[in-house]
């Protein structure tokens, strides 16, 4: 079914998804990649605090290209996921609310999701173009040396994603 | 003998790169065309319709068709009476590709060493191959490569006695492997025989090949149609999501081998298969 969402959204109106839907989300999300999770991994090892509260927030598994002059961002489309699996666990159980990305989870992500009634949300790999006419803000919050990967903090509008792992934690993608 | 000033390299490789990454060549926009005209699943062509929605804002505003604009690879085929003036050509390709990335809006996506990981902050270097071809003339191939399906890609060193079933077998285990980690509908370049580096090279470059033309050896040209049939077969569908478009074409190249040998290379690209070629 297709839903309008706002986000970030509370564990009770994640409980209301369901494998396939597609849902427009509105609100905001929290970008980062492969060197944006080795950063916080590490800094969670040493007891330090994240650059930004995860706490019920989305994270979009996305580098963008530069945005030219006048623009809010470059092409934006979602990153395989599953380079981020050994991360993931530990943010979820930390509060992490849900991600949006492209590809298969290992187990032990689909454990945590359900676990921590989570959402795993797949954006269209390759609709970069497309995407980035759904963000209307973006800024960088945190490990601004690390270019695309940088931490963003974007404002979506009507942000299209499917739902592949709702809070039971099943994988449409193994179905 | 012709000369060739290497600045006219430099200028190529930066146009072709800001283009090839904004618009998609012509038979991969057919073959995404007949895909979405075809697709079962309702899903499938909701997802297939908004790929091509993507294509026109791409060319229509100037925004990359996928964030992942790719590490460089480049093709050279050097014509043997040409004479390459003006500076050393791998220096000026690399500059082409700075230019092109930076003036461009192209994501810069390489990293200066493979462990320590520091982003070059320009796309470079390319990945660059060179062969020496008959004329006077230079072509340059560019193909800028995303990663979510290059790191799907496999290399199989297959017995003789595996044959032609091992082949097609390697092809389909690689590309059921892939699954929705490589953005599906995918491309599939496989290098059959030489050696074991030479398959790879001869995968990537059957990317490079037209989308919807098949090899000239009649055998292989069957088992590409069969390939691409099965792989379709499997159900994976557009973003993996199911349906019957799960790749859009398989281009395979061989080359002769080793009486003990049989490697396949199976380079698996996604939907936006970028390729595009200029002779100076």
Same mark, same amino acid.
């Given at each position: 079914?297709?839903?309008?969402?706002?986000?970030?959204?509370?564990?009770?109106?994640?409980?209301?998804?369901?494998?396939?839907?597609?849902?427009?989300?509105?609100?905001?999300?929290?970008?980062?990649?492969?060197?944006?999770?080795?950063?916080?991994?590490?800094?969670?090892?040493?007891?330090?605090?994240?650059?930004?509260?995860?706490?019920?927030?989305?994270?979009?598994?996305?580098?963008?290209?530069?945005?030219?002059?006048?623009?809010?961002?470059?092409?934006? %489309?979602?990153?395989?996921?599953?380079?981020?699996?050994?991360?993931?666990?530990?943010?979820?159980?930390?509060?992490?609310?849900?991600?949006?990305?492209?590809?298969?989870?290992?187990?032990?992500?689909?454990?945590?999701?359900?676990?921590?009634?989570?959402?795993?949300?797949?954006?269209?790999? %390759?609709?970069?173009?497309?995407?980035?006419?759904?963000?209307?803000?973006?800024?960088?919050?945190?490990?601004?040396?690390? %270019?695309?990967?940088?931490?963003?903090?974007?404002?979506?509008?009507?942000?299209?994603?499917?739902?592949?792992?709702?809070?039971? %934690?099943?994988?449409?993608?193994?179905? | 003998?012709?000369?060739?000033?290497?600045? @006219?390299?430099?200028?190529?490789?930066?146009?072709?790169?800001?283009?090839?990454?904004? #618009?998609?060549?012509?038979?991969?926009?057919?073959?995404?065309?007949?895909?979405?005209?075809?697709?079962?699943?309702?899903?499938?062509?909701?997802?297939?319709?908004?790929?091509?929605?993507?294509?026109?804002?791409?060319?229509?505003?100037?925004?990359?068709?996928?964030?992942?604009?790719?590490?460089? /690879?480049?093709?050279?085929?050097?014509?043997?009476? #040409?004479?390459?003036?003006?500076?050393?050509?791998?220096?000026?390709?690399?500059?082409?590709?700075?230019?092109?990335?930076?003036?461009?809006?192209?994501?810069?996506? /390489?990293?200066?060493?493979?462990?320590?990981?520091?982003?070059?902050?320009?796309?470079?270097?390319? *990945?660059?191959?060179?062969?020496? /071809?008959?004329?006077?003339?230079?072509?340059?191939?560019?193909?800028?490569?995303?990663?979510?399906?290059?790191?799907?890609?496999?290399?199989?060193?297959?017995?003789?006695?595996?044959?032609?079933?091992?082949?097609?077998?390697?092809?389909?285990?690689?590309?059921?492997?892939?699954?929705?980690?490589?953005?599906?509908?995918?491309?599939?370049?496989?290098?059959?025989?030489?050696?074991?580096?030479?398959? @790879?090279?001869?995968?990537?470059?059957?990317?490079?090949?037209?989308?919807?033309?098949?090899?000239?050896?009649?055998?292989?040209?069957?088992?590409?149609?069969?390939?691409?049939?099965?792989?379709?077969?499997?159900?994976?569908?557009?973003?993996?999501?199911?349906?019957?478009?799960?790749?859009?074409?398989?281009?395979?190249?061989?080359?002769?081998?080793?009486?003990?040998?049989?490697?396949? @290379? *199976?380079?698996?690209?996604?939907? /936006?298969?970028?390729?595009?070629?200029? #002779?100076?």
């Amino acid at each position: 079914m297709t839903r309008h969402m706002t986000v970030p959204m509370s564990r009770e109106e994640k409980e209301t998804l369901k494998n396939g839907d597609f849902v427009y989300l509105t609100g905001t999300i929290y970008t980062a990649r492969d060197a944006a999770h080795k950063r916080m991994y590490e800094s969670l090892q040493k007891g330090e605090d994240l650059p930004f509260d995860i706490k019920d927030q989305i994270i979009y598994y996305m580098g963008p290209s530069p945005a030219r002059e006048g623009r809010v961002i470059g092409s934006a %489309g979602p990153t395989t996921a599953g380079r981020m699996d050994k991360y993931t666990p530990t943010l979820l159980d930390l509060g992490l609310g849900g991600m949006i990305g492209k590809g298969k989870r290992t187990d032990e992500v689909l454990k945590a999701i359900e676990r921590n009634k989570s959402v795993y949300f797949a954006a269209i790999g %390759g609709a970069g173009a497309l995407l980035a006419k759904a963000i209307v803000k973006s800024e960088v919050i945190a490990y601004d040396d690390l %270019g695309t990967e940088a931490i963003r903090k974007l404002e979506v509008k009507d942000f299209p994603v499917i739902v592949v792992t709702d809070p039971s %934690g099943v994988s449409l993608y193994n179905k | 003998m012709r000369e060739i000033e290497v600045s @006219a390299v430099t200028e190529a490789v930066s146009e072709m790169c800001i283009e090839i990454n904004h #618009v998609l060549s012509k038979d991969m926009k057919q073959v995404l065309k007949n895909a979405c005209e075809n697709e079962e699943s309702e899903l499938g062509r909701q997802i297939l319709s908004q790929l091509e929605e993507n294509l026109k804002i791409a060319e229509a505003e100037m925004i990359p068709i996928c964030q992942d604009t790719g590490m460089a /690879v480049i093709f050279m085929e050097i014509g043997q009476d #040409v004479h390459l003036t003006g500076g050393n050509l791998e220096d000026a390709i690399n500059e082409g590709v700075r230019k092109g990335y930076t003036e461009g809006y192209l994501r810069k996506s /390489v990293v200066d060493d493979p462990l320590i990981r520091n982003n070059t902050k320009d796309n470079t270097p390319a *990945v660059i191959h060179y062969s020496i /071809v008959p004329g006077e003339n230079v072509k340059i191939t560019i193909s800028p490569k995303g990663f979510g399906s290059e790191n799907m890609s496999k290399v199989y060193m297959l017995k003789p006695a595996d044959g032609e079933e091992g082949v097609k077998n390697a092809i389909i285990s690689a590309v059921k492997d892939a699954g929705p980690n490589a953005c599906p509908p995918m491309v599939v370049g496989v290098g059959i025989g030489g050696t074991f580096e030479k398959c @790879a090279l001869m995968a990537k470059h059957a990317l490079t090949r037209e989308a919807g033309t098949h090899s000239d050896i009649p055998y292989i040209k069957e088992m590409e149609e069969e390939v691409l049939d099965k792989i379709n077969a499997l159900g994976i569908g557009p973003a993996g999501l199911g349906g019957k478009n799960t790749a859009l074409a398989v281009n395979i190249e061989t080359y002769p081998t080793h009486i003990a040998g049989l490697p396949v @290379a *199976v380079n698996i690209c996604c939907h /936006v298969n970028r390729h595009i070629s200029r #002779v100076i």
